[in-house]
């Protein structure tokens, strides 16, 4: 009897658990292949189960990918579940480089509300967080190493900026960082690439306070908070003001109040020190539409999004922090502390039921930043002129081209750039020892009727290798006005030169003359300074280099020139923020070196000792047909500097490995925002 009932029990036991065992490992099975979850999600909980508000958001993962409502979900790279002795969390977690969304430079993952409502309708968002780690690298003295984001509110329409981002920061070595909140201004007008933000220290420091070079932190705020050290923020939205209520444990709880519908930042005279001190150095000094963020949708963001990338900060000294990111490596990154991550407790919103759709944000935004933008979709002349790249190769039509090489578009944090790269050694045209990627205008036209080209650019690169004796070495053309007769030589070209180890490099231009006669082996140029040193200071040893100029630009500094070519007359026009602007006239039809008296100085330092010493046409480049280059033409070769030491550099070529070139810094990079070519005008 005792037996029987012994048998009947164990094999109904055997059962039960076999069933259990069977359903648990399908079940899980099911679970890896849907979710992919990390070993640290050991809990057995999914974050939906610790936090239950993810209904009302589509997660945005750290490779830039929006899967969704993540109910039921988690990822073993950037969203899943952990536990310590203060309870269950949902981790967020993102590095300092991959694929991104929308425009941004930074990675995230990151909850986006799938409802927006307008700054006067009711809304809430309130969590509780502890920040686990941020970049171990970067540059100190750009304000958002360090840094990442904790919650926001966007806006999904207009400029689409936010009024709100809630930052921890901490600088490496410190036991404690920094929780300040930001506001961005609506920037007045269509061109919001001069918006700007300012930053109210909560605990700590606030955004502005920077290193003072690249490896020196400031000290150690006294009342920071720590890494795994908890905090709690709340955001309500109330009739068009914004009530920020910020608290932790052993801190002081701090209240701010903001309005999102009339702005304090309308003139001028409202612009704050800080923004001063930190952004109008960048050309970032936008006004605010008086109304504000009046009548957008708004909506909130919370979770990890990384302020710290590895773009180079001669790009942007706000937003680019020049940190480690092993190429993308996502996991190299994570090995060595270049990520961001953000342990949540608790979180939740309340909206009201005015809140509408935000689908129209996910349409424009997903998937953005893997789609090509065309050059001629930032600059709209495209149509105007075909390219030489940096390879050798002509395109004609460049209004749908472009090649990640050579030519192509980039975003610098406030606005997209069409970029033009080449290297020191390549293939090029017939008459130069120099590669290009530069654009060539398809119309011809005589000095006397005249064209203008304008462009606003920004030099990333020159090659950090060459010889200093030589003019031409560290520089390149942004500009031209070429010949397409007699001798096609070039009445006008727009340099920028630096040596290594300036921070600090030369704008000037040339003139080049048209020399009588059919023998053009005398031609020489004269060259005329507009911030910095003219072409003809050079060092007096190879790696000898002259002092740094005072006055000059920086590499990633913004200038524009305007060439105004009108009745045979050339007006030029040079504009920096920050730098005197200069302007120049050069009479294209009668030259004013018909002479050998009349040559000047500079010519018989730099040419003359190389046997260039021809006197030019009286009529210069009267009836001869001109057109107009723009991009990034690489003055610096690898031709040997005895045969010619104005021209041949000695740089390093990596014998024509482009690759190489650009790995090592042994090329030139231009970027331009704006430009413009046409027909000559009347003179101002």
Not at 176 to 189: D, L, P, R
Not at 353 to 360: L, Q
Not at 402 to 415: L, M, P, Q
Not at 496 to 503: E, I, N, R, V
Request: aromatic share 12%; with cysteine; proline share 4%.
């Amino acid at each position: 009897m005792n037996f029987k009932i012994f048998n009947s029990v164990s094999v109904h036991y055997l059962f039960m658990m076999s069933t259990i065992l069977l359903f648990v490992g399908c079940k899980e099975n099911k679970k890896q292949e849907s979710t992919d979850i990390s070993e640290n999600a050991a809990i057995g909980r999914s974050p939906n189960e610790i936090i239950p508000f993810f209904q009302h958001w589509n997660l945005i993962l750290g490779d830039g990918s929006n899967v969704g409502q993540a109910i039921d979900y988690e990822n073993k790279n950037f969203f899943y579940t952990a536990s310590d002795d203060q309870g269950d969390w949902v981790v967020f977690k993102t590095p300092n480089a991959g694929n991104t969304h929308g425009t941004s430079n930074n990675t995230r993952t990151e909850l986006a509300q799938l409802k927006k409502w307008t700054p006067m309708t009711d809304a809430t968002m309130k969590a509780t967080l502890k920040v686990m780690n941020v970049s171990t690298t970067g540059d100190a003295r750009v304000a958002s190493t360090y840094s990442v984001v904790v919650g926001q509110i966007h806006s999904a329409d207009g400029h689409e900026n936010e009024p709100l981002k809630i930052f921890y920061k901490k600088f490496p070595g410190h036991e404690k960082g920094s929780v300040f909140w930001h506001y961005e201004i609506n920037t007045a007008g269509d061109d919001n690439s001069k918006r700007w933000d300012y930053s109210y220290p909560i605990w700590g420091y606030d955004f502005s306070v920077v290193g003072t070079d690249e490896n020196t932190y400031p000290p150690e705020p006294v009342d920071g908070i720590a890494l795994g050290e908890e905090f709690t923020y709340e955001v309500v939205i109330k009739e068009g003001m914004m009530y920020l209520t910020f608290t932790s444990e052993g801190h002081e709880t701090k209240k701010f109040t903001k309005n999102l519908i009339s702005s304090e930042y309308a003139n001028r005279s409202d612009m704050p020190e800080q923004t001063k001190k930190l952004f109008v150095p960048i050309g970032q000094d936008g006004l605010e539409r008086k109304e504000a963020y009046t009548g957008e949708g708004l909506f909130f963001k919370l979770g990890t999004y990384n302020q710290t990338n590895g773009k180079d900060p001669k790009i942007n000294k706000v937003w680019c922090s020049g940190a480690e990111t092993h190429g993308g490596d996502l996991q190299k990154q994570y090995a060595d502390g270049n990520y961001a991550e953000v342990w949540f407790k608790s979180a939740d919103i309340t909206i009201s039921d005015d809140a509408i759709s935000n689908a129209g944000y996910f349409e424009a935004n997903d998937g953005l930043s893997t789609k090509t933008v065309y050059p001629n979709e930032v600059i709209l002349f495209m149509d105007k002129f075909k390219i030489l790249l940096g390879d050798g190769k002509e395109v004609e039509d460049i209004t749908q081209f472009e090649h990640k090489d050579f030519f192509f578009t980039v975003i610098d944090g406030t606005r997209r750039w069409v970029v033009y790269k080449t290297p020191n050694s390549g293939v090029t045209s017939k008459n130069s020892s120099n590669t290009r990627t530069e654009l060539h205008e398809k119309r011809e036209w005589l000095p006397e009727e005249g064209g203008k080209l304008t462009g606003t650019c920004k030099v990333m690169q020159v090659s950090i290798s060459g010889d200093a004796r030589v003019a031409a070495s560290y520089s390149t053309v942004v500009g031209q006005i070429h010949s397409g007769e007699g001798h096609e030589n070039e009445p006008l070209k727009i340099f920028y030169k630096k040596f290594p180890g300036h921070t600090k490099g030369s704008v000037f231009w040339n003139y080049e003359i048209n020399p009588v006669g059919d023998d053009n082996s005398g031609r020489w140029e004269h060259s005329y300074a507009v911030w910095g040193n003219d072409m003809s200071v050079i060092g007096k040893g190879k790696s000898d280099f002259p002092a740094e100029p005072k006055n000059g630009i920086e590499l990633g500094e913004e200038f524009s020139y305007e060439v105004n070519v009108y009745k045979g007359i050339m007006y030029l026009t040079f504009k920096s923020e920050n730098h005197e602007t200069k302007t120049f006239t050069k009479n294209l039809i009668s030259s004013e070196y018909v002479k050998k008296s009349d040559f000047p100085e500079q010519m018989k330092q730099l040419f003359a000792p190389i046997g260039q010493d021809a006197v030019e046409r009286a009529t210069a480049y009267s009836g001869e047909l001109n057109y107009f280059k723009q991009g990034a033409y690489n003055q610096t070769n690898g031709k040997n500097p005895e045969a010619n030491m104005v021209w041949f550099s000695g740089a390093e070529t990596y014998g024509g490995d482009i690759a190489k070139q650009y790995e090592n810094g042994c090329y030139t990079e231009v970027w331009f925002r704006e430009a413009t070519v046409g027909q000559g005008t009347p003179p101002k």
